[in-house]
């Protein structure tokens, strides 16, 4: 189809929608491997993201079927058989665009017919290079190379830097048990927690238990970290867990946080650790077991949990969410390998400005510049500062144990910008229906939205809602949806 032809139907389309919705429509026509066709200039900073989502979920959308990525922006995607056509609007509510999607089927052969067809792109690992006997005066195929794995161990990242020294004087003829002997006939400042461990043959946690008797006894000391136990608050059972002392003194937020990997009970929970040194454990749902290693060269939602442990992954997810800029500690580069993959979610983060990385050093010199950002430290896992009160993430709880129930990786990234496209739609609905209220109750927006519309409203949904409202709407109901006596008395509770 010619230029001017596919000219001649988006300026009919825009007429249409702009006759309806009275705001302008801008348009992008997108082949079925990301390729733009077709842009609007004023979709031109959106290249990039439209790219990736085609390229992405193509495939996974049916015709027909329309996607709303939680861009903060106005721009929904719809697909035909060959194309997809991607909207997007300055203004105006973005549940507004789905009105296209009666008008869809009356174009989807000419945006076809526009792209033409495709051939499939052949990605490195599924091309296979045929072995060529070199002839005279020819050079021969040069394989191509395998996507190089970029395996991460916390275990040996953080152990290897705690290095143990004798707090006492070991008395000729004293008897030790094996594992109590070794402890301390190499804790001499030259072996580190990962090479003493290693000599024994016995699990980290049976490990860091008698590595914790022989530190309340003074027999050893260890600097610059801080060694507590911790409940499992479900069991009672002990583990144990080392804490870099200036990361707790300098936290801008007076604490922090972390998830422990519980392999000896099937519990999970999150550990809050005060300056003063007073130990909060809270039991959460389980969703994933915590793993040791991961491989950073090959992202997934579920092996970011498995790594960082769902606690930590929902707190960065929320983080991105309300706009709170990240700052991971670390000494190589993973912060902007897992920047990339969050832009699947958040397509306008990037590494350098919404997520930063610096050494824990640096970090120490510089804290209370980063009392507004969530601050990550990769080696020992912890939060080192929250910029907002400490919840228990509910929210992110229930979008991601429904997200793990899809298998395929890609269908869970696509699955996410669902589950946000109906809370979305639902704000819509909300704004409209409270546009007269001075103020409402959480409980009765909730039931509002049930009687009025049939449409269930979690509590822990209106915070997002909220902010969602802000950033679609450009609305700000934070003040007018006010909190109940029952999330005014689970807040008090929390705070205990």
């Known amino acids: 189809m010619a230029v001017a032809n596919i000219d001649s139907i988006v300026k009919e389309i825009t007429s249409k929608l702009g006759g309806i919705l009275a705001v302008r429509v801008y348009v992008g026509v997108a082949n079925s491997i990301g390729q733009l066709i077709y842009e609007d200039s004023e979709m031109e900073q959106f290249r990039n993201f439209i790219q990736t989502f085609v390229k992405s979920n193509f495939k996974y959308l049916k015709v027909g079927d329309h996607s709303l990525p939680i861009s903060g922006r106005n721009i929904m995607f719809f697909r035909t058989p060959k194309a997809m056509l991607v909207l997007y609007s300055i203004k105006g509510r973005v549940g507004q665009l789905l009105t296209f999607k009666s008008m869809l089927p009356k174009y989807m052969n000419s945006f076809d017919q526009f792209v033409g067809e495709v051939s499939p792109e052949v990605l490195p690992a599924e ?58 006939n190499y804790s001499n400042d030259e072996n580190s927690i990962l090479d003493i461990s290693d000599k024994l043959d016995v699990s980290q946690e049976e490990f860091n238990a008698q590595l914790y008797k022989l530190y309340k006894a003074n027999w050893i000391k260890i600097q ?46 999150y550990v809050i650790i005060e300056k003063k040194g007073k130990i909060k454990p809270k039991a959460i749902p389980k969703i994933r077991d915590i793993e ?104 992110e709880l229930r979008l991601f144990r429904k997200i793990l129930m899809e298998e395929d990786e890609k269908v869970q990234i696509l699955k996410t910008h669902s589950e946000f496209e109906k809370l979305i739609l639902n704000t819509d609905t909300i704004l409209n229906e409270i546009e007269m209220y001075k103020e409402i109750k959480e409980d009765e927006l909730i039931e509002l939205m049930k009687n009025q519309h049939d449409i269930l409203i979690e509590r822990s949904e209106i915070p997002i809602i909220k902010e969602l409202a802000d950033i679609y709407y450009y609305v700000n109901i934070r003040k007018k949806v006010t909190k109940t006596l029952v999330g005014q008395v689970s807040d008090w509770l929390e705070g205990i």
Do not use: W
């Not at 072995?131 to 395998?146: D, G, M, S």
């Not at 040996?156 to 030790?176: M, Q, S």
């Not at 002990?238 to 392999?263: D, G, M, W």
């Not at 990385?357 to 990769?378: G, N, P, T």
């Open 292 to 395: 040791d290693e991961i491989d950073f060269s090959e992202l997934s939602i579920e092996k970011l949990i498995k790594f960082f442990g769902q606690d930590l992954f929902f707190n960065l997810f929320h983080a991105i969410f309300f706009k709170n800029f990240v700052l991971f500690l670390e000494s190589g580069n993973y912060a902007e390998k897992i920047t990339e993959f969050m832009k699947k979610f958040f397509p306008q983060v990037a590494y350098g400005t919404e997520i930063q990385s610096l050494s824990r050093d640096e970090y120490r010199k510089k804290s209370k510049r980063f009392a507004d950002y969530l601050v990550i430290d990769l080696n020992s896992n912890i939060v080192a500062n929250e910029p907002y009160e400490t919840e228990d993430l509910d929210f």
């Open 224 to 269: 610059d970290y801080e060694l507590f136990p911790i409940m499992c608050p479900s069991c009672k059972k002990n583990y144990y867990y080392f804490v870099p002392t200036e990361l707790l003194k300098t936290s801008p937020c007076e604490h922090v946080r972390f998830q422990i990997a519980s392999p000896d009970c099937d519990h999970a929970f």
């Open 127 to 184: 091309l296979v290079v045929e072995e060529v006997r070199p002839e005279v005066e020819t050079i021969p195929t040069v394989p191509l190379k395998a996507i190089e794995k970029v395996i991460f161990s916390r275990r040996e990242a953080f152990y290897k830097e705690i290095t143990p020294v004798l707090g006492k004087k070991i008395k000729d003829g004293a008897k030790f048990s094996l594992i109590t002997s070794v402890i301390l």
